[in-house]
C-alpha cells in the first residue's frame, strides 16, 4: 500500500484540471500551502501574464548545493477521449489509481510532497530543491522562465532528476524537438473555374506528402541511435487547417509538423531542406499569382537530453532506483533545458509509464507509486549523510 498522505496529495492533485490552456495558480496555492505548513518557503516565477507559475523551494541548508526534483503541473486534454472513469477525481481498481496526471507526472510530484515532513526530520545535510513547472506539455514553455531566474542564483544544483514517467528506469537521453506551422496562402476564385486560382489545399498536401517522404527516409536510412525503441529522427504531421466550401478555391490553408530528433541531427537542417522545396513551390504559385506564398514558422523547440553513461548523476540516481539498466525515451522533457542552458547534470527517473499518459482513462500502478517513495527514501538517507560529495 503507499502511503496515505502520498495518496492523499494525488488525490487533491487530481482535483485540479490544470490542462494547458488553464491557470494552474490553485495548485500551486495548493502546495505554497502545503510547503507553507512544514515551515518551508517558496518562491513563484510567472508567466506574463501571472495566470499560471512554477514554483521553487528549498528544502536543508540553504548555503549548499543541493538535487533538484523537478516536475510540471499541467496535463493534456481529455477533450474528445472516451473516459470509462472520472479524470478529475482520483479513484482505485485493482491496484490501479486512474485520473488525469496520475502518470504523467503528478504521481510523482505527490510522492515528493508527502516526502517533506521526512525530510525536515532527517535533517538534511545537502538540501533537496523542489522545481514544479507550467506548459511543460505544449513545448517546456514555463520552465524556461524558471530557467532564467535561476541564472542569477548564487547555488545551482548538483544534479536534478526530472520526474516524468520512466517506470522508475533511469533514462539519459530522449530526442529533441522542433514544431512548426506551415501556412499556405493561394489564391481564391470559383471551383469551376480552378486552374484560374491556386488551390491552398493542394499545395499544402503537397507539403505534407514531402514531410512523410522524409520520414519514411528517416525510417528506412537513418540516422540511427542505439537505445531508442523508434532509434531515428520522426516527422509528424499533427494538424490541418484549410477552405471555407466546396466551391471555393482555398485561398489559405494551415498545418502543425513536428521534429523529434536524435543527437546525430539538427532539425533545424532538416528544416532547411523543407523550406528549400517550400520555395521551390512558391515559384511555381507565382506563375498563376505573385501574391502567393508559403510561411513557415517554429511554434516550439526544445533540445533533447544527452547525459554520459559514465556521469556520476547517472551512477547516484542507479543507486537510487536500485537499478543498473540503461533506458531511452522517445518523449521530451525539461531535462535538455536544464543540462544545456544551466549546466546541470540531469536524468529522467519517475513513477508510471506513458503507456498510460495522453490517453483517457489514464492510471499509475499502485507499486510504481511505492518504488517510487522508497526510491525517495533513499534520496532523504543519502542527503543527510555529510558523505555526500556530488558535483
Request: aromatic share 8%; with cysteine.
Amino acid at each position: 500500500m503507499a502511503q496515505p498522505l502520498t495518496l492523499e496529495i494525488l488525490a487533491d492533485l487530481i482535483g485540479f484540471d490544470t490542462t494547458s490552456c488553464n491557470s494552474n495558480l490553485a495548485l500551486m496555492a495548493y502546495v505554497q500551502r502545503f510547503l507553507e505548513q512544514q515551515g518551508v518557503n517558496s518562491e513563484l516565477v510567472y508567466d506574463g501574464q501571472e495566470s499560471k507559475a512554477n514554483l521553487y523551494a528549498t528544502i536543508g541548508p540553504a548555503n549548499k548545493a543541493g538535487v533538484m526534483l523537478s516536475g510540471h503541473t499541467d496535463t493534456v486534454p481529455v477533450t474528445g477521449q472516451n473516459w470509462i472513469t472520472e479524470p478529475y477525481q482520483l479513484s482505485e481498481q485493482d491496484g490501479r489509481y486512474y485520473g488525469r496526471g496520475t502518470s504523467d507526472m503528478k504521481g510523482f510530484i505527490a510522492v515528493v510532497l508527502a516526502a517533506v515532513p521526512q525530510m525536515l526530520k532527517q535533517p538534511l545535510h545537502t538540501p533537496i530543491h523542489l522545481a514544479f513547472s507550467y506548459d511543460e506539455e505544449i513545448g517546456c514553455v514555463g520552465v524556461r522562465r524558471l530557467i532564467d531566474t535561476m541564472q542569477n542564483h548564487p547555488l545551482k544544483p548538483v544534479f536534478c532528476i526530472i520526474g516524468e514517467p520512466t517506470s522508475m528506469q533511469v533514462v539519459t537521453a530522449h530526442k529533441g524537438k522542433l514544431a512548426a506551422r506551415v501556412t499556405v496562402t493561394g489564391k481564391e476564385c470559383h471551383s469551376g473555374m480552378a486552374p484560374l486560382g491556386v488551390n491552398a489545399i493542394n499545395y499544402a498536401a503537397r507539403m505534407i506528402n514531402w514531410l512523410e517522404q522524409m520520414a519514411k527516409s528517416k525510417r528506412n536510412s537513418g540516422p540511427f541511435e542505439d537505445g531508442y525503441d523508434i532509434p531515428y529522427s520522426t516527422v509528424h504531421t499533427g494538424t490541418v487547417q484549410g477552405g471555407t466550401a466546396l466551391n471555393i478555391v482555398p485561398n489559405k490553408c494551415s498545418f502543425l509538423f513536428e521534429i523529434r530528433n536524435i543527437a546525430a541531427e539538427d532539425p533545424r537542417d532538416l528544416l532547411a531542406l523543407l523550406q528549400t522545396y517550400a520555395n521551390e513551390l512558391v515559384n511555381e504559385m507565382h506563375q498563376i499569382d505573385a501574391g502567393c506564398n508559403i510561411s513557415i514558422e517554429i511554434t516550439t523547440e526544445y533540445p533533447g537530453l544527452s547525459t554520459a553513461e559514465d556521469a556520476e548523476v547517472v551512477a547516484f540516481v542507479k543507486k537510487l532506483a536500485q537499478s543498473t539498466a540503461n533506458a531511452n525515451i522517445n518523449f521530451g522533457t525539461e531535462g535538455g533545458l536544464f543540462s544545456n542552458v544551466l549546466g546541470i547534470p540531469t536524468v529522467v527517473c519517475g513513477p508510471g509509464s506513458m503507456d498510460q499518459g495522453h490517453k483517457p482513462d489514464e492510471f499509475i500502478h499502485i507499486s510504481q507509486l511505492q518504488q517510487c517513495e522508497a526510491f525517495m527514501a533513499r534520496l532523504i538517507d543519502e542527503l543527510s549523510a555529510s558523505k555526500f560529495q556530488g558535483g
